[in-house]
């Protein structure tokens, strides 16, 4: 069933426009393409990690939550996360144990100095969150260190906010839904104007797009942390280590 949300060929057509590289939903060819769609990966990605300027930190969208499951193996204390893996939202829980707490997040020092006293297996009451191998294709693989290691298989589950794949074909759909369809666009045109048309900027300011963008971002984040606080009082968010830290 069709929807209102905006394919990535209606977001680069509507770039194209602005710029004056093609006429009316006609979406651009060749390098105006490449130029077009390098502008929406520009304004995409700042959409899809925000400043939320009432606090002066990242907002971690609602929609870019998402479940993952973990399963321990006995006497395997490390453990690979997901590739889309950017930070931990909520977790980790037990799923088959009850009466077990959850998972205590701590440093990486921490785990190595307690794995330095003792290499005891039991039910895991600390972990850290760690970069491991870096790939040229998805950049750090996020890691998973427990302690003490576990004793048996145990079955976590856990929430995290997750970095959406990149839009390649005409037909992908950028992530944030219908609501969030049209700040997106705005995001982009914001771009557009930043990197493609500096002479209408005054030195100094803002241009009138890019003003736009930021209002239409800051309502809509406002907006999705009423929602955060429908499901619950928003935790804080752990961000990942720095990329470029050792393991």
């Known amino acids: 069933m069709a929807n209102l949300e905006l394919q990535f060929s209606e977001v680069y057509t509507k770039v194209s426009e602005f710029l004056g590289l093609t006429s009316y939903s006609t979406a651009p060819t060749g ?8 502008v929406v990966y520009r304004g995409y990605r700042r959409f899809i990690f925000p400043i ?3 606090t002066k930190k990242p907002h971690f969208w609602s929609f870019l939550r998402k479940e ?26 037990f799923t088959n144990a009850e009466n077990s707490p959850p998972l205590e997040l701590k440093s990486e ?13 039991a039910i895991p009451r600390w972990c850290a969150i760690v970069n491991g191998a870096f790939d040229v ?31 390649v074909n005409a ?3 950028l992530v944030g ?14 771009a557009a104007e930043l990197q493609e048309k500096p002479e209408q900027l005054q030195q ?5 797009q890019e003003t736009k963008a930021q209002e239409m971002l800051q309502i809509l984040i406002q907006h999705d942390k009423k929602l955060l606080k429908n499901l619950e009082d928003e935790p804080d968010i752990e961000m990942p280590p720095m990329q470029g830290a050792g393991a």
Request: with cysteine; charged share 20%.
């Open 31 to 38: 390098t105006d393409l490449t130029r077009c769609k390098d």
């Open 52 to 54: 939320d300027m009432t």
């Open 68 to 93: 993952g499951t973990l399963i321990t193996t006995s006497s395997k204390w490390k453990y690979t996360l997901p590739t889309d893996f950017v930070c931990l939202a909520e977790g980790f829980r």
């Open 109 to 121: 020092g921490f785990i190595m100095d307690m794995r330095s006293l003792s290499t005891t297996t």
């Open 137 to 167: 294709e998805t950049g750090f693989i996020q890691e998973l260190k427990l302690f003490p290691t576990p004793n048996a298989v145990l079955t976590y589950y856990y929430n995290y906010i997750f970095n959406p794949d990149k839009p």
């Open 171 to 173: 037909t992908d759909l």
């Open 177 to 190: 839904g219908t609501i969030a369809s049209e700040t997106i666009l705005q995001c982009c045109i914001a």
């Open 204 to 208: 100094g300011q803002a241009g009138y």
